[in-house]
């Protein structure tokens, strides 16, 4: 049974910084691709980041590029998302996704296990 748990969601103000955890257990972690996505209230869920098994390649939204970094550590199965100069519209619940199937790393189709996610809430 894989688990993915996040966590370090909170309430920042806007240009502040903050750093989600993804803690996975269940299957081999190191080989799975990671990613990270957010819904946002009344909003379909979209594709944040992702990282390769190895970490040697990494994707972003256009929307968070050159502000939020995505690492991983498989030693410790865990997988982060560093998030700064942040802003209001990034408010949203952010959930990690560990991806099982080939293609592309921005559909959530690619993914099969998903954490319950962490409420990020940006001030103004």
Do not use: H
């Not at 819904?39 to 972003?60: C, D, H, L, M, N």
């Not at 865990?78 to 619940?93: C, R």
């Not at 560990?98 to 959530?108: A, C, D, E, L």
Request: aromatic share 16%.
């Amino acid at each position: 049974q894989v688990q993915l748990v996040e966590s370090g969601g909170g309430l920042v103000q806007a240009g502040g910084s903050l750093r989600l955890s993804c803690a996975a257990s269940g299957r081999t972690f190191s080989s799975y691709a990671m990613g990270w996505f957010r819904q946002a209230p009344g909003k379909e869920r979209e594709f944040v980041a992702a990282i390769s098994w190895s970490g040697s390649s990494t994707y972003y939204a256009d929307s968070v590029k050159a502000r939020f970094t995505i690492s991983r550590d498989n030693y410790n199965n865990t997988v982060y998302l560093q998030m700064n100069s942040l802003k209001p519209e990034d408010t949203a619940v952010y959930s990690c996704a560990q991806k099982r199937y080939s293609g592309s790393y921005y559909y959530t189709a690619r993914y099969d296990y998903w954490g319950q996610g962490t409420q990020v809430t940006v001030s103004s």
